[in-house]
């Protein structure tokens, strides 16, 4: 069996607007599981850049916002997909949410399974009855939610 490198994948948490920022994923075609969900938004971490930079870069990415990382939420080993995942909190800073030009966003052909992406504030009450991946780490937020008030 071939020894694939294991990918990084850096995530923001970031409270925004009485809600909480999201990438809803619709119509996805490579995911035979789950053809609609919601995501924090985030990607892979990038040689040279840190933790913090990539959460950094991928929230102005994705929703063209600025934003400043506070603390390190979470960690997850997610062996099926040979990745590990890192959730920050972080603060909006500045910047229109909804303008990200990443290239998720183009046109590019390496996508066209991937659906769509839509950026999206969620309401807390709202939040519990998403599709929110991955799993583990909804769980983990809602309860964080009930205990810390973010």
């Known amino acids: 069996?071939?020894?694939?490198?294991?990918?990084?994948?850096?995530a923001g948490i970031i409270p925004m607007k009485d809600g909480f920022?999201?990438?809803?994923?619709?119509n996805v075609k490579k995911n035979k599981d789950y053809k609609e969900y919601y995501t924090f938004p985030g990607g892979g971490l990038e040689e040279?850049?840190?933790?913090?930079?990539?959460?950094?870069?991928?929230?102005?990415?994705?929703f063209g916002i600025n934003v400043k990382v506070i603390r390190k939420l979470y960690e997850l080993e997610n062996d099926d997909l040979n990745m590990k995942e890192y959730f920050y909190l972080c603060e909006y800073i500045d910047g229109e949410f909804?303008?990200?030009?990443?290239?998720?966003?183009?046109?590019?052909p390496k996508y066209k399974d991937s659906?769509?992406?839509?950026?999206e504030i969620i309401?807390?009450?709202d939040i519990e009855k998403l599709?929110?991946?991955?799993?583990?780490i909804k769980?983990?937020?809602l309860h964080d939610l009930e205990e810390r008030n973010f």
């Open 115 to 119: 659906g769509e992406y839509i950026p």
């Open 48 to 62: 040279g850049e840190t933790l913090e930079e990539c959460a950094i870069r991928e929230v102005k990415e994705e």
């Open 139 to 141: 769980e983990k937020f």
């Open 1 to 10: 069996m071939e020894n694939r490198k294991r990918r990084t994948r850096v």
């Open 98 to 108: 909804g303008t990200g030009e990443g290239e998720e966003f183009s046109n590019n």
């Open 131 to 136: 599709m929110l991946l991955p799993l583990e």
């Open 21 to 26: 920022v999201f990438m809803h994923r619709k």
């Open 123 to 125: 309401k807390r009450e």
